[in-house]
Every structure is written in structure tokens, then in C-alpha cells.
């Protein structure tokens, strides 16, 4: 079986031209909408911590979050009629864009009103076997290019607040990029460059560390590979010129993972793509920064620096 054929299909890139469309999830994470005041929708939680950091505490002006927590990354989501009730109360709503919503159009003439805010706009996508890949908030410099296009994006829809969306952004896009400048100095000197991810969620932060995907092991989101697709990661570890980590999430379901780690006989590290955290705004504020810490010490480690 030829390598490319590991690497996780995305699903197509769904058009976002008609941008006053929709999209989502879940709409039990998302507290009702207020009767008065601005209402913005995050799609799901690594926009709802961006956007939350933009609002800061401008008076009047309510973030939710749509997709629930426990779904991860929304590929694949299916609206709900909660969801559409959500976003038809809201003014804005804040997608990841690069083609993760599939169900954009489905939902336009429902929400006439909402204007939709596309956070990956501009950004430089990167594309496996042809397919968008669209994990861009995984690497702190691209969520910071997502934090200045949501600023940006709010400061024309209520421009009453203009001022306040553009200085939270830029301060909180200012933490990112000064997070991004320490994670990519603290792993320069790591002497393993080669990794086996587990889903396809880290090539945008392979790219800023400088680090080589020899494979990722679920043919498609959510599925697990085959005993010969198996063998053959196996086989591509063990012909490498040099050590290869072996990464998954913290909250994937694969057992292939593990099996890998045995038959290889290496240990397998987590890291956190921040799909999930607390909602309460407090806590939330901080829970990216919080995640991709705590990555950094993980990478640390599977990568020759520190021993686990």
C-alpha cells in the first residue's frame, strides 16, 4: 500500500463564498441567547476561547458556544434544530472556515439576519493528497492570525465597540505569537524531527516546529486503520533514517495507537488540540494557553529533550 494512502482524507473543502450562511452544533454548551444586546455564536471551543479574549468585558455583548465540547472537532457535524434556533437569535457567528463546514448552505434562508465570520480567511491553507486541512487553530501563530481576522470581522459588525475588539485582539494575539516564539526556540534543539500522528490535526504545528508526518494513522476521521495499514506505519517507523515520536490526542478513541506503541515498543504522547475545556468565560479565557503549555512539556519529551 503506497504511504500517501495513511494520511487522513479531510473532507472536501466545502465552498464559504456564500458567507452569510451558517454552520454548527450542539446548541446544549451555548447558554440562551439574551433578549437584548449583541449575541455572537463561536462554532466550537478553540473559537469560542478566541473570540471570548476579543469580547474581553464590552458591555452587552455575549459569546456562546455552539458545538458541544465532547464532539471535538466538528468535522462531519450534523445541525440540530437547536442549533438552528441558537444561531437565529444570534447576530454573528464565528466558524473555523478552510471547508470544515459542510453545512453551511443548508442553513442560510433560516438565519437571514447572521453574518458569518470566516477566523482562517487569508491564512495560507495547507492540503494533504489534494484536501484542505482544517486544523488551523492548532498552531498558536495561525490562532493568532484567526484572533486579528475575528477582531477585525466584530469591529465592522458592531462598530460601537470597534475600538475594544481591535485592542483585546491585539493584546491576545500578541500572547500567541509570543507563545508560538518560545514553543518553536524551547523545540529547536530536539534531536527526534519525524512523527506518526493519530489524526490529522497536527500538520499547521508540524509546519511552525519545523517537524516531518511520516504517516497519520486514521484513513478518515474517526476510523481506525486496518491490521495492513497498521503493519505498514510500522514498517515506515522502523525504515526511518532516524527516531520518530509517535503523537496522538488526549481525547482520541484509537486503539491502533496503542497497538503501535506495543508492537514498536515506544511510548506514545498525548497533546491537547484544545477542542474542549471549561465554558465558563474565566476559565475559559486561558484554557488555550493553558493547552498548548502543557504540549510544549509533552513535546519536550517525545521529542529527545526531556525524558518522560
Same mark, same amino acid.
Given at each position: 500500500m503506497?504511504?500517501?494512502?495513511?494520511?487522513?482524507?479531510?473532507?472536501?473543502?466545502?465552498?464559504?463564498?456564500?458567507?452569510?450562511?451558517?454552520?454548527?452544533?450542539?446548541?446544549?454548551?451555548?447558554?440562551?441567547?439574551? %433578549?437584548?444586546?449583541?449575541?455572537?455564536?463561536?462554532?466550537?471551543?478553540?473559537?469560542?476561547? $478566541?473570540? /471570548?479574549? =476579543?469580547? &474581553?468585558? !464590552?458591555?452587552?455583548?455575549?459569546?456562546?458556544?455552539?458545538?458541544?465540547?465532547?464532539?471535538?472537532?466538528?468535522?462531519?457535524?450534523?445541525l440540530s434544530p437547536g442549533d438552528v434556533k441558537a444561531l437565529s437569535e444570534a447576530q454573528v457567528?464565528?466558524?473555523?472556515?478552510?471547508?470544515?463546514?459542510?453545512?453551511?448552505?443548508?442553513?442560510? %434562508?433560516?438565519?437571514?439576519?447572521?453574518?458569518?465570520?470566516?477566523?482562517?480567511?487569508?491564512? $495560507?491553507? /495547507?492540503? =494533504?493528497? &489534494?484536501? !484542505?486541512?482544517?486544523?488551523?487553530?492548532?498552531?498558536?501563530?495561525?490562532?493568532?492570525?484567526?484572533?486579528r481576522a475575528i477582531a477585525a470581522a466584530l469591529a465592522k459588525a458592531d462598530p460601537a465597540h470597534a475600538a475594544l475588539y481591535q485592542k483585546n485582539g491585539e493584546a491576545y494575539a500578541a500572547q500567541l505569537e509570543?507563545?508560538?516564539?518560545?514553543?518553536?526556540?524551547?523545540?529547536?534543539?530536539?534531536?527526534?524531527?519525524?512523527?506518526?500522528?493519530?489524526?490529522?490535526?497536527?500538520?499547521?504545528?508540524?509546519?511552525?516546529?519545523?517537524?516531518?508526518i511520516i504517516a497519520v494513522m486514521e484513513p478518515a476521521p474517526g476510523q481506525n486503520p486496518s491490521p495492513r495499514e497498521l503493519a505498514n506505519v510500522a514498517a515506515l517507523v522502523r525504515s526511518a533514517p532516524g527516531p520518530v515520536a509517535l503523537l496522538t490526542e488526549i481525547d482520541a478513541k484509537n486503539p491502533a495507537a496503542d497497538i503501535l506503541s506495543r508492537e514498536l515498543n515506544q511510548p506514545l504522547y498525548s497533546l491537547n488540540t484544545c477542542t474542549g475545556g471549561p465554558l465558563e468565560p474565566a476559565a475559559a479565557k486561558d484554557a488555550y494557553l493553558r493547552a498548548m503549555d502543557t504540549n510544549l512539556a509533552v513535546l519536550r519529551s517525545a521529542l529527545g529533550l526531556d525524558k518522560k
Open positions: 503506497d504511504c500517501t494512502r495513511l494520511f487522513s482524507r479531510l473532507g472536501a473543502a466545502a465552498l464559504l463564498g456564500a458567507l452569510p450562511l451558517l454552520s454548527a452544533c450542539g446548541a446544549k454548551n451555548a447558554p440562551a441567547p439574551s %433578549a437584548a444586546g449583541f449575541h455572537v455564536v463561536a462554532e466550537f471551543y478553540p473559537l469560542y476561547v $478566541e473570540t /471570548l479574549n =476579543i469580547v &474581553g468585558d !464590552i458591555p452587552g455583548v455575549q459569546v456562546s458556544n455552539l458545538v458541544p465540547t465532547s464532539t471535538g472537532c466538528p468535522e462531519d457535524y450534523q457567528f464565528v466558524i473555523n472556515g478552510a471547508g470544515l463546514e459542510g453545512y453551511l448552505d443548508k442553513v442560510a %434562508a433560516q438565519c437571514p439576519q447572521l453574518q458569518v465570520i470566516d477566523a482562517s480567511a487569508g491564512i $495560507e491553507k /495547507l492540503k =494533504i493528497d &489534494g484536501e !484542505i486541512n482544517v486544523h488551523v487553530w492548532v498552531s498558536p501563530m495561525q490562532a493568532a492570525r484567526q484572533v509570543a507563545f508560538s516564539a518560545r514553543l518553536r526556540d524551547s523545540l529547536a534543539a530536539a534531536p527526534i524531527r519525524r512523527i506518526v500522528a493519530f489524526h490529522d490535526s497536527m500538520p499547521y504545528l508540524a509546519r511552525d516546529l519545523n517537524l516531518q
